[in-house]
């Protein structure tokens, strides 16, 4: 463990001291610190991330995009942090995605200036938040509109605000979450958006196929989206040249992007994905996902490596109470949960050289709010005190219980550190 | 709707425009707003507290605690809030129960000078940051141990810095979390001990009953408690007097202080319960434990009410695509879902008097990250728009998606806008 050159990370004089997973932050205007998570400068539990994996990552999706000539506007309500959409954007990206108001107004005040908003606008104060943004006329936002209800809410809001606000047409499927299911509504929406059609602009159409599982349910969406836009366009009802059409989270951007690029629109359209989670990656259903995608899409195939988790959620061992059982200073508030509990990936005693792969047997069974459950066989070597990094399932989940995460380089040095914004 | 007459609330500089669920924050040095929650001047999504249910919550518990003679330290964990602790405080509490280093630091910051860590302290970092706190000689501070390995790590910690630490010693249950489980580990915890015992002080016995299901079990588990504790205090172990005798959670605090107080230890005991949903309550597992409380024990049963949901998490109605579903701008990242899903309580529309009881039957089935599909019936009145407001069921994982969160006032006036630190 090559420890004796420490890189400096510059502490933001925005972060302040009572964040958990940092240590202690220097007083002072020049707040620079020297940390290393082996020598346990940090304070534990902590969410680090790692420099060369995010790069890795970054570029993989580059070159991913690039092969089909698409663009990539990233879901930042995975990660929240401006910081990594920075390096988002740096590495490429057409914009970042958001789902809320709320997220928008992050993005933009850390000078994000295209965002798409994957989602309804709704709501007296997101609208005024919207409106406050969009007079700046540097500001490009999109969101989404799916019923002729809402189409009169902003209609109505921005028409008083002498405003234009642009949309996408979300088109859903039944059993699904928000989107137009039919034609009918389809027709309703358009009759709203023709008596609003000085206020509201429509740019173009927006899936989100993450709601289905089956493949072949999948594009069959997705060619009801290019339809549906191949109509929409012959109708001249786009406002916007070229037109958008976006779609993808994490799991079927690949498909997504095969059928929208295999379409014919050419130069016509922009077509915009979303996925979120692939600068962090995970071990739960993102991996699965991306294990399909590495076998089946002949893009990411010849790609020399897949995505690989970027995200550790270090912990102490804090008891060893049961010669089975070991109890993880790591709980409920510290990871994701819902799509499969951590996953223990490196054991390291404080002291010692450098970090070894947990046991393959090594299982969380349990999370509870603070503490996790850890399977051990008798006879293993961990002692209380020890720390365990733990991989995580869900992202998403993981990045909401942090407000500070540091980025550490290949010796476990503190390089940065970032905010969130949730 | 009294709507006309406002409270000021004052935004503290500490609070950044760039939290989620509250509106647009004035700028400038007196940041005082005029929000109502129902003339939409927040932005929702937000979790909102009800300041009449929090007096009556605080009340509740405080006679509670009164008719038994016991202490109150409840669990900040809960909400790490600072401004509910010092409510808590204000209604009696004797200190603030939290779970790791980083939570005992947020309440010194804020003022807490007695804090019961119910955990075991672990790590440099973590020990770097108590040690910190003890400088402050009005600062009492205890932790939980459970091992002698842990003994050893903070005996040499601690001796270094020439400074006490005190410590309850922690029982388990085999099946359960961490803490002592037989009275093998117990001799070798007290071993240990005699060796630091210049630098660790032995205050008392803890117990998180929580882990138990059975009332049964649960007994007998407090009675192994109150056994322990009595033969370290025959034994002269204790190194405070009163020495503490502390255990429950949120769900059997009623027999924790029955038979912690049946005892029989008088005077020679400060008897220290720390549960933590009580201010919020829920409509999960918490309201379940009360209804069994209520009915099961003397003093609660004697009481004129129980504790009363003060949480809400508000958001619109974002879409109705279907005639049986309706989609909602609320989603994990808002609300905890891993004890039942939030439950629909109110339901208003923007311009008409008053909320009214959302219809019995609309359920919430399913939660995305930032979505909520609610089952209606066919032909309910529910449009595009809508504000409903969610009881939540597990206030700790809904409170830890929140910076900020309004409390209001039977108006629904902004009354005070508070802070979290997770």
Not at 47 to 60: E, P
Not at 65 to 77: D, E, F, N, S, T
Request: glycine share 8%.
């Amino acid at each position: 463990m090559a420890t004796r050159e420490f890189t400096h990370a510059v502490i933001e004089p925005a972060i302040g001291p009572l964040n958990k997973g940092l240590g202690p932050i220097p007083a002072g205007q020049a707040r620079r610190v020297e940390w290393n998570l082996l020598r346990e400068d940090l304070s534990l539990p902590a969410a680090v991330l790692y420099q060369d994996r995010l790069m890795h990552n970054l570029n993989w999706m580059r070159e991913f995009i690039q092969a089909y000539g698409v663009r990539l506007a990233p879901h930042g309500k995975t990660t929240m942090a401006p910081r990594l959409f920075e390096m988002q954007l740096d590495s490429g990206a057409w914009g970042i995605t958001v789902a809320t108001a709320h997220q928008a107004f992050v993005a933009y005040e850390h000078g994000i200036r295209r965002v798409l908003m994957a989602n309804e606008l709704i709501g007296k104060e997101n609208f005024a938040i919207v409106s406050r943004m969009l007079r700046d006329p540097g500001f490009e936002y999109f969101c989404l509109a799916d019923s002729a209800a809402q189409i009169e809410l902003l209609g109505a809001y921005f028409a008083e605000q002498s405003q234009h606000i642009h949309i996408l047409l979300e088109l859903g499927v039944m059993g699904g979450r928000t989107g137009i299911r039919n034609n009918a509504q389809l027709n309703e929406v358009l009759a709203a958006l023709a008596r609003w059609k000085d206020t509201i602009a429509l740019d173009g159409v927006e899936i989100y196929e993450g709601v289905l599982d089956e493949e072949a349910a999948i594009r069959a969406f997705l060619q009801r989206a290019v339809e549906t836009a191949r109509r929409l366009r012959d109708e001249a009802r786009f406002q916007r040249t070229p037109f958008l059409l976006s779609g993808a989270g994490s799991a079927w951007y690949d498909v997504v992007a095969e059928v929208f690029t295999a379409a014919g629109f050419g130069d016509s359209v922009e077509i915009v994905l979303r996925p979120g989670c692939y600068l962090t990656h995970d071990v739960g259903s993102y991996r699965r996902a991306q294990e399909r995608i590495l076998h089946n899409n002949p893009v990411a195939h010849h790609m020399t490596s897949g995505l690989i988790p970027a995200l550790h959620v270090w912990a102490y061992v804090q008891s060893v109470p049961e010669s089975e059982k070991a109890i993880i200073g790591m709980g409920r508030r510290d990871a994701a949960f819902d799509s499969g509990l951590p996953v223990p990936a490196l054991h390291f005693r404080p002291g010692t050289r450098s970090p070894e792969a947990a046991p393959a047997d090594w299982e969380t069974t349990k999370l509870m709010d603070q503490h996790a459950f850890l399977k051990i066989a008798p006879g293993d070597d961990i002692k209380v005190g020890d720390m365990i990094a733990f991989d995580i399932c869900h992202p998403c989940l993981t990045f909401d219980k942090w407000r500070v995460l540091p980025i550490v380089d290949r010796n476990f040095n503190v390089v940065e550190v970032i905010q969130t914004f949730f």
